[in-house]
């Protein structure tokens, strides 16, 4: 008589056909395929963010203090799963990289609200005269805090080695992706920042149905093209979480690229988009609900 089989036998046996599981089981938990695990990570480090967020709504009024501890955990956030995005590209190549990017950018954009985890979001704010300098300076405050202390919750998982991709990544010596000169950095930084701004402006005035996935997809896109040059940051709050101190670039080169580069960009994107040219395509292109 033939031995029956399981349902739990035939679930393994299916997920070992597609690679899920099947991987060492001393180096991966589970046996499961490290980028099954690196997706936890993710969807880990975003449920804790959304279970915050609800915290801080219930708890926090309406109000500056509400904002900020909200832009706080955006910013923490972002690192975080940008740090385990690190892991993805290096192990999986920049495709993989992209597509989590562009899948959590959509995450990102449906559930931050009126948080940006950008410090140039505010620069842009005062410039326009919507958002005071002191309101401004703690917004960024908390963004560049948010990203800076991420890394310890960062490190404690990675620590954990539950796949044999984090191996050593713990304490292991950054490097900077800079492989261009400053000047030629901060322009594309800035470049790219002004591009993104200007689309997302567009497409959101617009009132495109499909909005968040093009943005999305524009800003993945760039990131893409920027990765083996400045690495594609075009947030200087990621940029100094993820890169502040690496070695292959000092300070100065740092803020330069990073900070004035994309901020710079950004700034240019408010007086590029009151272009008449650009307003027409806008104008021209709005969606109009029946």
Known sequence: MAKS???????????????????NQKKNLGGVHPLVISTLFLCFTSVLASSGRRLVKTRVKHGLWRDVALEFIATAELCACCFELIIVADNYGVSTYALFLFLLTI????????????????VEEVFMGSKGIIEAFMMIAAQVLGGVVIFSYVQMLWIMELAETHKGRAFEECVADLNVPMITGAIIEGTATCLCRIVSRGLNDMNLPLATVLDALFATTLVVAAFNFSGGYFNPALATSLKLGCKGHNF?????????????????????YRLPVIQRVVNKRKYKKT
């Open 252 to 272: 100065t080169e740092h803020m330069v690229v990073y900070w004035l580069g994309a901020t710079v960009g950004s700034l240019m994107s408010v007086f590029l």
């Open 107 to 122: 995450w990102w954009s449906l559930n931050w609200e009126n948080a940006t985890a950008c410090p140039y979001n505010a």
């Open 5 to 23: 089989v399981s349902l739990s036998d035939q679930i393994y046996k299916y997920l070992k056909k597609y690679g899920i599981v099947g991987y």
